[in-house]
């Protein structure tokens, strides 16, 4: 593990639940050692920190011709068009090439492409609940995309990260909810890239407002997508049985039923759960991840897996699952 801010400390000793599990200490950041010592590097700075270094980085081992993997969690190389990280991220991008040849790593959408990429940029949260809870509906077409798209979301605090803040606060946060960022939030223009790809069309407009609330771990986002035709509710959920056969880590609930966070936490699922409002033809769409797995480090992992022809489950929490049904 490498860390410039905390070198040479037990691992157990930075993250507390590690204690006595691994005996090993953190070292700092040397590109070479890196490239000689890894099959797979996980790279997690803040959005814009590495994102010069990412590149070298890249770079030196394509030198090396090394077979290594690169799992970004950052922002970094999430958006193609390049322009957009001045406005959302407030920083500028300088490698067009690799940003062009990072593949987007959500697995139930994009698979094959990660099979085969070298660099996966790795989804944020608001997105990763967003789009696999509605991409059956943007694959086949059923969504005006000219009548624009509301995402209503809410988080727990672990998506504040650790710097004190407004949004992390016990005093701020204790026994409330509170909206942020609303039409700003820079996980936006990601959740409409990825939209308008799945659909191959232009999407008017996303509106994401986010919230958050007084528990640790956990997402919830509501969807209200216009439908381009009738359906009824039978039928969605026939397409969306379809597009997520064999995805081990979709639930999909029935009529009626609807996701709950305190049934994701500590896995790497995502719940769905679907309501069609037949008066205005409008189908709500509910989507339910843990943050901090299937929105980021869980995620990473499945994505390893694939990229490396393992089993995409592969050392991925079904066993919290199990613990609590059984308790």
């Known amino acids: 593990m490498v860390s410039n801010s905390q070198p040479d400390i037990d691992i157990g000793e930075i993250h507390k639940f590690l204690k006595n599990v691994f005996n090993i200490k953190t ?9 000689d010592n890894c099959n797979c590097v996980f790279l997690s700075k803040n959005h814009g920190e590495f994102q010069e270094e990412t590149s070298k980085l890249v770079d030196k081992a394509l030198e090396k011709k090394a077979n290594i993997k690169f799992i970004d969690l950052s922002a970094d190389f999430r958006l193609k068009d390049i322009s957009l990280y001045e406005t959302w991220y407030h920083f500028k991008h300088t490698n067009a090439d690799l940003l062009q040849k990072a593949v987007y790593g959500l697995p139930e959408v994009n698979y094959q492409k990660i099979k085969e990429a070298f660099f996966i ?3 944020g949260c608001y997105p990763t609940c967003t789009i696999l809870s509605v991409a059956p509906l943007f694959v086949n077409n059923f969504v005006d995309a000219n009548a624009g798209i509301i ?3 809410i988080s727990g605090v672990s998506g504040a990260g650790k710097k004190i803040n407004g949004r992390n606060l016990a005093m701020d946060i204790e026994s409330n909810i509170k909206a942020y960022k609303i039409g700003i939030h820079p996980h936006t223009p990601e959740i409409k890239q990825e939209l308008e790809f799945l659909m191959q069309g232009k999407i008017k407009s996303v509106l994401l407002v986010p919230h958050v609330a007084s528990f640790k771990y956990g997402m919830i986002t509501t969807t209200y997508l216009n ?5 009824s509710q039978d039928e969605i959920l026939e397409r969306y049985h379809d597009f997520y056969k064999e995805k081990p880590f979709i639930r999909i609930y029935k009529k009626g039923e609807y996701p709950e966070i305190q049934n994701v936490e500590g896995t790497n699922f995502c719940d769905i759960g679907i309501q069609l409002h037949e008066k205005t033809n409008t189908c709500i769409v509910i989507g339910c991840i843990d943050n901090v797995i299937k929105g980021a480090v869980g995620q990473a992992i499945q994505n390893m897996n694939i990229m490396f022809g393992l089993n995409e489950t592969e050392g991925l929490p079904f066993a919290d699952v199990l613990s ?3 308790s």
């Open 121 to 123: 940029a790795n989804p």
């Open 151 to 153: 995402v209503d979301a």
């Open 324 to 326: 609590k049904n059984l």
């Open 227 to 231: 439908l381009s035709k009738k359906l």
């Open 27 to 35: 070292v700092k950041y040397d590109p070479d050692q890196v490239i």
